[in-house]
């Protein structure tokens, strides 16, 4: 612009100086106003590009110029395109429009001719005129400033794009289960501390959904071995076991809780009376090892524990004198006290299975993990398992961490379970009573499986939601009528004690050694060999009328043994004794040979009932043999002397068979067995042997007695044959019939029966033994009383002084008569 303004200006000057000159001829108003020059001494006029309000040239010196502005409507002067018109005190000029430049690079111009405005490209400038996270987009005449994702324009500068916070400006699209994390143009959904994400979802985009992270059963928490893991969301807490306490100074519920144990693992005393050095010595070691636990040792613990019931039931030694319902009591106590001790310890084991198997093969198995769906099968070589989780973990549990389900298979726990009683429900019961015809009595058991106690997390399993199966394994099956192999288990009665009880367990199957059950309880179990006594009516009341007829027959027997003078001999003198012997233990056994318990348990009474019994059978076994001694020496050595007289008789009849009872009472004593206990009445015990201690003498007696039937019979046959050569043979055959008849009886060969009644009994066997030896009474009244001529007569004899008749001579020359006769019969004493 230099170079066309200089002209102007220099056409001014010299037109001033021209008016200057003029004037100068001419007086100039000095008081012309501002921005206006002089005409004439008095006129004044407004200087170019300024306009008074009145005329061009005035003389009012108050007059005021003000400057024209080219640049409004009507404008005198034109830019052009693209141009802008600035106005200027006096003047004006022309300049491109914003964002516009002339081709020449000037600034401005005065004239149209003189625009070259075109466009500048502002997203050229150096520096950039759009700053920060920004990109510069050219207009026609501008440009635009476009912010990069994630970037807001500032309010404050236009030019300026700063980071838009997605997270707090509500446009957070993250999941609820995520959190949303800021960044420089985004942001990112990342799963908040504790959560993880969902399968198949990326950790970060704003897709991210997340779930909880259960650091209990993951092993990601850090919580101590003596406490329990409890997941919350997106977190965990650590408490204290049931039955644990704080340390001083642990807060409970934080990772850093470190808990000790309160309780003892066995708080059960001794029961009062009871004092057993091998139980003192078992809770001691046991006290031991709680006093000394520390949860990082709980193997070691659980090994020492198991090995301390080992010793304790491998020797039980004094436990095995303790009374029958006090050594259950104790059995209970430990079972008791074992499951709550493993289920605490275990509590203390990493998670996963344990197995251990001791010297004295009792073997534990368990399983410690957070428990899940579905079912668990847990299994060693006594015993298996399967159950699903949720009966294992129980209700309330699901939180308190790991759920545990163990089974400990105990060989020799069976010791202090001996000779306990069965329990059949009614169904059972019924059932028995129905596939054998008859009442049922009880049970005699024999244990062939270890006792197997399953424990878990779960308190109550008193009744279950789903049933739990067991598979045990067992000696061989013993089959025989009224046996049967059963699942039991050992229910706590309130007393403390216990008893096998079937209510609520059935078997499956069984075979091969190993016997399936399933059961809606849990406890301690074990499969069981029932023997059922089964009460058969028949027998029973032909046992007890048989009995009652006896006993009045014998009564009968010695009153006329020790009343009729005319029989009496050494054979009546046996004949006595034999039926004083049969009747104090017929009554003996029709009174007391019911036990008074139905459980097997046999107290003072009913051993003294076994010991009476055993001792007047023996007593008249003996009195047999000495009645066939008799019979021998009169018949067979009737020129030899008249045999041993009556203090030796008795000598041997009742000494005898006391020196058996009292050898086979010590010795039952001295070995500690239940010799006076019989498995289902008050009778001798077939348990080591000690039947045999009246079997024996039994089986020899009658041998002997046979013997000597044979002898005598044979010997008979020829005193006939001497007393009377012409004798019909049908009345020799009739007397050797009844003689033989009467010896059959009177030696007591009917008990040979019974040497025949093995398992299963056989039914024909069984009857005619009752019947023949409940009889036996009516026998031998009926041969040696009734069948006997001087016996008949003496009753007749009786009869008639009863009737107030005379006993006629006719009577006593009969009887007379009949003495002869007897005597010359002497050696055999028939007196039929």
Partial sequence: MGGPLRLPGLLCVLLSLSRAGAQGSQACNPRCPPNSECVNATACRCKPGFASSSTEIFTDPLEICDDINECVPPMKVSCGKLADCQNVEGSYYCTCSPGYELRSGGTNFTNESENTCQDVDECKQNPRICKGRS?????????????????????????????????????????????????????????????????????????????????????????????????????????????????????????????????????????????????SRFFEKVNNLHKDFKPVAATDTIQNLIGAMDDL????????????????????????????????????????????????????????????????TLGQSHARIHLDWATATGAGNSSTGTTVVGILSNPNMGKLL??????????????????????????????????????????????????????????????????????????????????????????????????????????????????????????????????????????????????????????????????????????????????????????????????????????AFCWMSLEGLVLYFLVVRVFHGQGLSTRWLCLIGYGVPLLIVAISAATAAATASEGYVGETYCWLSKKHGFFWSFVGPLAFIILCNAVIFVITVWRLTQKFSEINPDLKKLRKARVLTVTAIAQLFVLGCTWVFGLFLFEPYSTVLTYIFTILNCLQGLFLYVLLCLLNKKVREEYRKWACMVAGSKYSEFASSTTGTSHNQTRELRPSESGM
């Fill in 135 to 279: 990109t510069c987009t050219n207009t026609q005449g501008s440009y635009t400033c476009q912010c990069l994702p994630g970037f807001e324009l500032n309010p404050e500068d236009p030019k300026l794009c700063t980071d838009v916070n997605e997270c707090t400006s509500g446009q957070n699209p993250c999941h609820k289960s995520t959190h949303c994390l800021n960044q420089v143009g985004g942001y990112q959904c990342r799963c908040r501390p504790g959560w993880k994400p969902v399968p198949g979802s990326p950790n970060g985009p704003n897709s991210t959904v997340c779930e909880d992270v259960d650091e209990c059963s993951s092993g990601q928490h850090q919580c101590h071995q003596s406490t329990i893991c409890t997941n919350t969301l997106g977190s965990y807490q650590c408490h204290c076991r049931p039955g644990w306490e704080l340390i001083p100074g642990s807060v409970n519920g934080r990772n850093s809780t470190i808990c000790k144990a309160v309780k003892p693992f066995f708080t059960w005393p001794l029961p009062p009376g009871v004092h057993s050095q091998s139980l």
């Fill in 313 to 376: 039931l491998k020797a039980p030694g004094d436990v095995e004198d303790i009374a029958l319902p006090v050594r259950h009591q104790v059995a209970t106590q430990l079972l008791l006290g074992l499951e709550q001790s493993l289920r605490t310890l275990a509590e203390s084991l990493p998670e996963g299975p344990f197995t251990y198997r001791s010297s004295s093969d009792t073997e534990l198995s368990l399983m410690n993990q957070k428990p899940g769906n579905g079912n668990v």
């Fill in 418 to 619: 001996v000779n306990a009683s069965l329990v059949l429900d009614p169904e059972k019961e019924e059932e028995v009573q129905k596939a054998h015809q008859g009442p049922f009595r009880g049970a005699r058991i024999q244990i062939l499986s270890p006792v197997n106690s399953v424990f878990l997390t779960n308190n109550d399993t008193e009744k279950l939601a789903s049933p739990v199966t067991f598979a045990f394994s067992h000696d061989g099956e013993i089959s025989g009528k009224r046996k049967e192999v059963i699942c039991a288990f050992w229910k706590i009665d309130s007393n403390k004690s216990g008893h096998w009880d079937t209510t609520g367990c059935w078997k499956l199957g069984s075979g091969d050694n190993s016997t399936t059950c399933q059961c809606n309880h849990l406890s301690s179990f074990a499969i069981l060999m029932a023997h059922y006594d089964i009460q058969d009516w028949k027998l029973e009341l032909i046992t007890k009328v048989g009995l009652s007829l006896s006993l009045v027959c014998l009564l009968l027997c010695i009153l006329t043994f020790l009343l009729v003078r005319p029989i009496q001999s050494s054979r009546t003198t046996v004949h006595l004794h034999l039926c004083v012997c049969l009747f104090v233990g017929s009554a003996i056994f029709l009174a007391g040979i019911e036990k008074e318990t139905p459980d097997g348990e046999a107290g003072p009474r009913c051993r003294l009932v076994a010991g009476l019994l055993h001792y007047c059978f023996l007593a």
